[in-house]
């Protein structure tokens, strides 16, 4: 299949063809075009089946481009790579058939990942339009189509979504088919370290949702969304296949089949019977619930028994306070939130028990929510035998909870304060890379030195540095190719190699960027007489 990029920075398109393995996502060719005009021309000429376009372009945008495969009736997987991050954009992106959206700078793990996702809906497409007219539908179109219900694009109205039903040949569902919403979250905190781990889960939790809730083998009602916290999937049950016992049998079944293969525990949520055009608002309406359970990892419930939880049973403790006691390191404020919690409950009553359960949750949220925003594994707090025994009997009385809570708090500042003794990670990597620059580093190789996240220590290094972890590679390799061309009699192709650069136009594209004039100028004494920037 084909693949275009279409940007109007042209080291971009080198940076992105560069890090692609076109053999593993099945891409034969890639196509380039720097504005939306030439893009149009290349899409009507050569059909590409996967397109990566910016959105900020001069004259013809990105927008505009999209509109007109739209117009044209060209099918194609589409995805933006841009600098806009907002909502409107998104969803005029998912409107006219965006299949992704994805932010500057590059994160290449999540590009190729989305360019799996974007291979594998070509692939069926095609396979799609070689079956007969009464084969199955298309499930990328399907999944698609969903996408844009549950984020409101279609309204609620029966007649707007049969609409778009008819417009895009979906005859699976009617508006007013009667479903049964069921929303899955799982936290990937546990799997950050485990990268091949991770892609695994992300790879398959769709299609392993799709099967066990509709048995179904692919991916067609399940929409997937995945952040750097949460992975999500919503999948609408047509009430007429399954019963509610039948859906929340299924729900449990895959959370024990997640645990089993991924280690992973997601929260599940059943919803009530709705017609499908009102998917949009029984999704927002299940995700405010879900909420309430998200801390009660390995279980699914009826959306009727979290309508029933009162914000008594919610919390009984304010976990914002508990947040800011913590982060400014305040552990007699913290125990004083906790001792006045103990005091309210009332110990005559019935639900004691329930309460208690209710404020050790509440503790122990407030402290792994404080370690996930500063980047620290929860789980390496929980391993310490000392806690288990103290968590085990912490609701057994008011001063077993406030041993275990006093002990949860000094093991998360011990794990804070190593935190910020790392302060150090960025010189560490840049020490690192001064080292290896030469080799083929990767930001997973990187990453593992200092024992970091690859996306943390992407968005830190660039917060420190002000660049990517790439353009401080590749300017210490332009720094060493230009003491070679003026040092050595070697070629430009040799240099480049040496220094790192597998691609003799890439080598020039930056240089040229970095220093203003090309190799053979600066080895020739063009631009060794003074200027700006590294190659100064």
């Not at 969803?91 to 594998?120: I, Q």
């Not at 070509?122 to 084969?135: C, F, M, N, P």
């Not at 077993?400 to 006093?406: H, K, R, T, V």
Request: aromatic residues 8%.
């Amino acid at each position: 299949m084909k693949l275009l990029i279409c940007d109007d920075d042209i080291s971009t398109i080198d940076v992105i063809q560069s890090q692609l393995n076109c053999q593993e996502l099945g891409i034969s060719s890639i196509l380039r075009a720097y504005n939306g005009e030439a893009a149009k021309e290349v899409i009507l000429k050569e059909k590409p089946e996967l397109i990566l376009c910016d959105i900020g372009m001069p004259k013809v945008d990105g927008m505009e481009v999209l509109k007109f495969i739209d117009e044209q009736k060209i099918h194609t997987e589409f995805a933006f790579l841009t600098c806009f991050d907002d909502f409107e954009h998104a969803r005029s992106a998912v409107r006219f058939g965006a299949c992704n959206y994805l932010t500057k700078p590059v994160d290449f793990r999540e590009l190729n990942e989305a360019l799996h996702r974007m291979a594998d809906a070509a692939v069926s497409y095609r396979k799609q339009l070689s079956e007969k007219e009464s084969g199955p539908q298309n499930d990328a179109s399907i999944n698609n189509f969903l996408r844009q219900l549950q984020m409101g694009v279609f309204g609620a109205s029966a007649e707007r979504v049969g609409e778009a039903l008819k417009k895009n040949g979906i005859t699976e569902f009617l508006g007013d088919t009667p479903v049964r919403i069921i929303l899955f979250y799982a936290d990937l905190t546990e799997s950050s370290r485990d990268i091949q781990l991770r892609d695994r889960i992300i790879g398959s939790f769709g299609t392993d949702v799709e099967e066990a809730l509709t048995g179904y083998t692919g991916l067609r009602s399940t929409v997937v969304d995945i952040s750097d916290r949460y992975i999500s999937s919503v999948t609408p049950v047509p009430s007429g296949l399954f019963s509610e016992e039948d859906c929340l049998a299924r729900a449990r079944e895959l959370v024990r089949f997640c645990s089993d293969n991924y280690a992973l525990h997601p929260v599940g949520l059943v919803g009530r019977e709705c017609p499908l055009y009102a998917m949009g608002d029984a999704c927002a309406e299940l995700r405010t619930q879900i909420r309430r359970v998200l801390l009660r990892a390995g279980n699914v419930f009826l959306q009727r028994e979290t309508e029933r939880v009162t914000g008594s049973d919610l919390s009984v403790i304010n976990e914002e306070k508990l947040l800011r006691v913590i982060r400014q390191r305040d552990r007699d404020a913290f125990l004083s939130l906790v001792s006045e919690a103990l005091s309210s409950i009332p110990y005559t009553q019935k639900d004691t028990s329930s309460l208690m359960a209710v404020l050790h949750k509440d503790i122990t949220a407030a402290v792994s929510v404080c370690l996930q925003d500063n980047r620290i594994p929860v789980r390496d707090l929980f391993q310490n035998e000392q806690f288990r025994k103290l968590e085990l009997f912490a609701e057994r009385s008011p001063a077993d909870m406030m041993d275990f809570a006093a002990h949860l708090f000094d093991a998360a500042l011990m794990e804070l304060e190593c935190s910020a003794d790392a302060a150090g990670l960025i010189d560490a990597v840049k020490h690192y890379i001064r080292q290896h620059y030469r080799e083929d580093l990767t930001r997973n190789e990187l990453a593992e030195v200092v024992h970091i996240t690859p996306n943390y220590l992407s968005k830190r290094f660039h917060t420190e540095t002000g660049m990517s972890l790439r353009e401080y590679i590749n300017q210490l390799r332009i720094e060493d190719a230009k003491r070679l061309l003026l040092s050595t009699n070697t070629t430009i192709s040799e240099i480049a190699s040496e220094v790192g650069f597998d691609n003799i136009s890439y080598f020039s594209t930056v240089f040229r960027k970095l220093c203003g004039v090309s190799p053979i100028e600066w080895s020739s004494g063009k631009g060794s007489e003074g200027g700006d920037g590294p190659c100064a």
